[in-house]
């Protein structure tokens, strides 16, 4: 079977817009979107096979970068598997408001609850005199964003710590964070793709979703946090006040609150007074 036919083929039956299935069928066939175009062939029984499978699947519910292994976050490919959560686009506005207030100035950055990597390492990325420390409390998570670093050319450290129980050692200019932050009871209600696929203990921030954020505030930075540093969260659509009061309480300063491309609160930002 051609690409055209196929990639036809595979559109009916996902019954998308076609995204997809051109992001299926180059993960599978090596092929560009371009030499679809430009360099069609026949696909291999073997090819045509894993590509039915992993339509199968998606339509059965699991989110296709799990399928594929893969996804794209900041310009960046980032290996993800089922013991991280998806990399999503809200969390570029995070990423993107860190790297505008690091610049060029040469400063140490600590991101908790790691996961894949994708913040810290697109931080790496862009901020070429940070050094980047990526924490995380799973050995299994912390090898993924192992990888995602080799993947993607930077030079980071690694911290296992479970950031409720314990306090990392050293001092940092910044501590970012995109950490748990769904309601306990709210969890069940999210989308089935989430739910059912994403880790729980990624999602799941506590009875009120504020668990890690008062942790890290009240416990953690006034220890690790050099005075006049900064922190900045992803936060919850509807936690902006809260988050805020938490930082005012522990009295950071010039505590800012940043919407996200779809006009919805997204990051929190303050200094150590």
């Known amino acids: 079977m051609v690409i055209g036919q196929l990639r036809s083929e595979v559109r009916d039956e996902l019954g998308d817009n076609g995204h997809e299935a051109d992001w299926i069928i180059s993960h599978v066939t090596k092929m560009s979107q371009a030499d679809f175009v430009l360099h069609p062939r026949d696909v291999t029984e073997e090819e045509l096979k894993a590509i039915e499978e992993i339509v199968e699947r998606r339509n059965q519910g699991e989110p296709l970068q799990y399928l594929l292994g893969e996804t794209e976050f900041m310009g960046l490919t980032f290996k993800v598997t089922e013991d991280t959560l998806i990399p999503?686009?809200?969390?570029?506005?995070?990423?993107?408001?860190?790297?505008?207030?690091?610049?060029?100035?040469?400063?140490?950055?600590?991101?908790?609850?790691?996961?894949?990597?994708?913040?810290?390492?697109?931080?790496?990325?862009?901020?070429?005199?940070?050094?980047?420390?990526?924490?995380?409390?799973?050995?299994?998570?912390?090898?993924?964003?192992?990888?995602?670093?080799?993947?993607?050319?930077?030079?980071?450290?690694?911290?296992?710590?479970?950031?409720?129980?314990?306090?990392?050692?050293?001092?940092?200019d910044v501590i970012v964070s995109n950490p748990p932050y769904i309601e306990t009871d709210t969890i069940f209600s999210l989308d089935n793709m989430v739910k059912s696929y994403e880790p729980v203990e990624a999602l799941d921030g506590g009875f009120d979703g504020l668990l890690f954020y008062q942790r890290i505030v009240e416990e953690v930075a006034p220890k690790i946090l050099k005075d006049g540093g900064y922190i900045a969260f992803e936060i919850g659509y509807n936690q902006g006040e809260a988050v805020i009061d938490i930082l005012k309480e522990a009295d950071f300063v010039s505590i800012k609150l940043k919407k996200d491309p779809c006009d919805n609160d997204r990051v929190v930002t303050a200094k150590k007074g």
Do not use: H, W
């Open 88 to 172: 999503r686009a809200d969390t570029e506005t995070l990423v993107e408001e860190v790297i505008r207030k690091i610049g060029k100035k040469k400063l140490t950055v600590l991101d908790i609850g790691t996961g894949s990597g994708c913040i810290g390492i697109s931080i790496a990325k862009n901020c070429k005199n940070t050094q980047v420390t990526l924490l995380d409390y799973s050995e299994a998570i912390l090898q993924v964003a192992k990888e995602n670093a080799d993947l993607n050319g930077v030079n980071v450290d690694f911290v296992k710590c479970d950031i409720l129980e314990e306090i990392p050692e050293g001092v940092f």
